[in-house]
């Protein structure tokens, strides 16, 4: 990671409270009409939202990515409008916020900041609706969707049967991980960011998902044991786990030695057990761009410890399928977009290695 880009990250999260509020006081000044619209907790929620805002440009800004941050923006975006907000409402606040950066931050910093938040207006300018297709449905698409339906209607049961079913028509482990489970956690995840369903909603859909992943464990059929060890965890403040979990079984039945940290694990305690166990392989899950910064620390950190730093870093997650190539700029020695895809690189990874 980029030093000097790390450390402009570092100042914009050291100001973001004042910003926030100064970019506030700007949107209303220019628009008052946000304070009739947004009812009583107009303020506060619209300094909370700048906030979010800054966190993930403070991210994009570490990893030198313009991309980034416009595919933040545009995510922001669509949850505002699936919620009745004003889209155009973002882009004054974006607007707002480009002038306070400009006015307020240390010249080196805004130099780094301004092309990122330029790109995300510009993108959400001229974005249109209808401008993307939908992609082709994947083999076993109905069954997803079945499956989708019972974890949200709470019927654990269902889910089981359905995912029986699977096996039961020779469907194997890693595809009913990737072609049932994980599109349907997908969905889970889109359909809260539109606002159709709740935390609770996707709570408990995907605690279902993790009960199914359970069962499908007492029926693996294991390689023989390969003589390669991998830990697999979730960086700090990262809660998400059951992606990273059918990595780790995935290993597991290819013969791996598998040791499964799971989500939000301290990096000194990461460092320590790799001293300690000497794995062969990290694979390393950051399911949300507020946590690239902390993921590159992280390497950063073995690189620099002697005794592991030859150990090999695999990535993964949704901000590395939005932006090509942002694992390199981390520090990592491979990327995967799927559990399959994790196991091969991995295998790959070492046989170049060795």
Not at 248 to 274: C, H, K, M, Q, Y
Request: aromatic content about 4%; charged content about 20%; hydrophobic content about 45%.
């Amino acid at each position: 990671m980029n030093a000097d880009a790390r450390n402009a990250s570092l100042v914009l999260d050291s100001v973001a409270r004042a910003v926030a509020n100064w970019t506030v006081d700007h949107h209303v000044e220019t628009h008052p009409q946000l304070v009739h619209r947004y009812g009583p907790s107009w303020r506060a929620d619209w300094v909370n939202h700048t906030l979010a805002q800054l966190g993930l440009l403070a991210q994009a800004t570490a990893m030198q990515s313009e991309a980034l941050f416009v595919q933040s923006a545009g995510w922001t975006h669509a949850s505002f409008t699936a919620r009745g907000i004003d889209g155009d409402d973002l882009l004054r606040n974006l607007s707002s916020l480009r002038r306070v950066l400009s006015k307020e931050l240390p010249p080196p910093v805004a130099e780094r900041v301004a092309p990122l938040v330029e790109g995300a207006l510009k993108s959400l300018s001229t974005h249109r609706k209808g401008d993307t297709h939908p992609a082709a449905p994947l083999p076993h698409h109905d069954r997803m969707l079945h499956y989708l339906e019972a974890i949200l209607d709470a019927n654990r049961s269902g889910a089981e049967k359905i995912i029986q079913s699977a096996l039961d028509a020779g469907i194997d482990i890693p595809l009913i991980y990737e072609r049932i489970l994980a599109p349907a956690q997908a969905r889970l995840g889109e359909m809260w960011h539109r606002g159709e369903i709740s935390v609770a909603d996707e709570h408990m859909g995907s605690a279902t998902t993790q009960t199914v992943m359970s069962q499908l464990r007492l029926k693996f059929e294991r390689a023989a044991p390969n003589g390669r060890s991998v830990v697999g965890t979730a960086t700090a403040g990262d809660l998400h786990e059951i992606g990273l979990r059918m990595v780790t079984d995935l290993f597991e039945l290819d013969g791996w030695e598998v040791l499964f940290l799971g989500a939000n694990t301290p990096s000194a305690d990461v460092i320590e057990l790799l001293l300690r166990r000497e794995p062969d392989l990290l694979a390393l899950s950051v399911s949300t761009a507020l946590t690239l910064r902390d993921a590159g620390d992280l390497i950063d950190s073995i690189r620099a410890t002697d005794s592991i730093s030859g150990t090999m870093v695999l990535i993964g997650g949704s901000p590395f399928r939005l932006v090509q190539g942002l694992w390199k700029e981390l520090g990592a020695d491979g990327c995967a977009h799927s559990a399959t895809e994790a196991v091969e690189e991995g295998n790959r990874l070492l046989s170049r290695q060795r």
